[in-house]
């Protein structure tokens, strides 16, 4: 993989704190964050495109589209063709900017994976408040250790990363709107394309980033930076099942709270398992906790290494494998997803590289993870066992919302290259868009009300 080292001498001295063990990281000099707004935008990413031409200058997107019954999309580039296709024959002229994951599916599968690769756009936007409170995170914020962030507001906390744990920040606390009801439908893809489907809809209200509070919270431990609510509509030996969280910065008694409402104990119970590499709930065991939204939950467990920016080959503006009129049966096919749907684009991200902790249990040893640079959002994660051998792969297809001004992945695949099979998460093609006009209140996220609504 070759680095882009001209843009990473800002997180260098972080790197090499975080490798000796230093417990923590401080803002930047009001030096460095002068440079956002101005040669980095507001976020952080070089505003600039690359010395080839081949990756443009950010110019973002104004705001467009309703917050409710409104798919994402961006007309001006549906009619675009793709310029070259990757494939096992031609893997050597591209592998430099290519994860490992989608190297090791060329080589699975030379006859049927490929990877068509589009003209790069840097569309992406926030709205003012955020970008205006990231330029200021980027002096107050500090990160004690892993897991516990302070000094931030609103915006990213982290715009300008010294240690490997700060994207990941950036990406957990990033901005997806105020409030938001989703489908998060799923699939557990076999080896010959045949697929079981679970339809979920979530909740969620955001505290930490939301530009409706009049006194946005500090994101600290202890403090809640977004509340979620999942409920199981089918598959029916699941239905009924509800997931309540509690997101908050640290671990521990500080941390995520959680619980579970199953139908056959018929109440809602503290759940503590919710958490790390156990596997969520009616995915048998096809995805970890720590693996929805790509990654998310504490970072205790690993060490984390920023490792600079390189140029990659990155699903981006995916509208196509994300909305109507493409369904769950054009997804699902025999090893992979369809090939003809997703959208790769050339896009420089930040890697990040996490090792499980000798001391610490975790199921993977070591990931490498790979940042859009615009939107701070995962669209990539090598996941590999403790004899080093890489185990999984996830990709997340990211998706500008032009609506609200947000970014995120849908639809998002872990391939368990053990096994064959692979799951689909976060797939709303056959079902509504999201809605960001739905009315959600605190008590909503309280067990008891959980309680009365399942028992009804």
């Given at each position: ?35 956002l707004g101005k040669e980095l935008t507001p976020v952080g990413a070089v505003r600039a495109g690359n010395e080839a031409g081949t ?402």
């Open positions: 993989m070759t680095m882009i080292h001209k843009y990473t001498v800002a997180c260098v001295a972080g790197a090499v704190l975080a490798a000796a063990g230093m417990p923590a990281s401080a803002g930047v000099s009001a030096e460095e964050a002068a440079k990756i443009p200058e950010w110019t973002p997107a104004e705001q467009a589209g309703e917050l409710k019954g409104w798919f994402p999309q961006d007309p001006s580039i549906a009619d675009e063709k793709p310029m070259f296709t990757i494939t096992a024959a031609n893997l050597s002229e591209h592998a430099n900017k290519l994860t490992d994951g989608h190297k090791e599916l060329l080589r699975r599968f030379p006859d049927s994976y490929k990877m068509m690769v589009y003209p790069s756009h840097r569309k992406v936007n926030f709205p003012d408040e955020i970008k205006e409170a990231t330029i200021k995170n980027a002096t107050r914020a500090s990160l004690e250790g892993v897991d516990n962030p302070k000094g931030a507001y609103l915006g990213f906390p982290f715009p300008i990363p010294q240690t490997g744990a700060e994207p990941v920040w950036n990406h957990r606390v990033k901005w997806r709107g105020n409030v938001i009801r989703r489908f998060n439908n799923q699939m557990i893809v076999q080896q010959d394309g045949s697929f079981g489907l679970t339809k979920i809809v979530e909740d969620v209200l955001f505290y930490y980033a939301n530009t409706d509070m009049d006194s946005p919270p500090e994101l600290k431990p202890g403090t809640d930076f977004l509340r979620y609510l999942s409920e199981t509509l089918s598959p029916p030996r699941i239905a009924g099942t509800y997931i309540l969280v509690h997101e908050k910065a640290g671990f521990g008694t500080e941390g995520r709270s959680a619980w579970l409402y199953a139908p056959a104990l018929k109440r809602i119970r503290r759940a503590p398992a919710v958490c790390c590499d156990n596997p969520y709930e009616g995915t048998d065991g096809h995805q970890f906790y720590d693996q929805v939204d790509m990654y998310n939950g504490v970072l205790e467990r690993f060490t984390w290494k920023l490792k600079g920016k390189a140029e990659m080959y990155v699903p981006y503006n995916s509208y196509k494998i994300a909305t109507p009129p493409t369904t769950y049966d054009d997804i699902a096919s025999p090893n992979h997803v369809n090939p003809e749907l997703p959208r790769y684009e050339l896009h420089r991200v930040w890697v990040v590289e996490a090792n499980n902790k000798e001391d610490q249990r975790h199921t993977f040893s070591k990931r490498v993870m790979y940042f859009d640079e615009d939107s701070w959002n995962l669209v990539a994660i090598d996941n590999y066992d403790h004899e080093g051998k890489l185990t999984q792969f996830q990709e997340g297809h990211l998706v500008p919302y032009f609506n609200n001004l947000s970014v995120t992945t849908h639809v998002e695949t872990i391939y368990h290259l053990n096994s064959g099979r692979y799951f689909v998460t976060a797939m709303i093609n056959e079902d509504e868009p999201y809605d960001g006009t739905v009315r959600l209140t605190d008590n909503t996220f309280e067990p008891r009300t959980i309680q009365r609504k399942a028992s009804k």
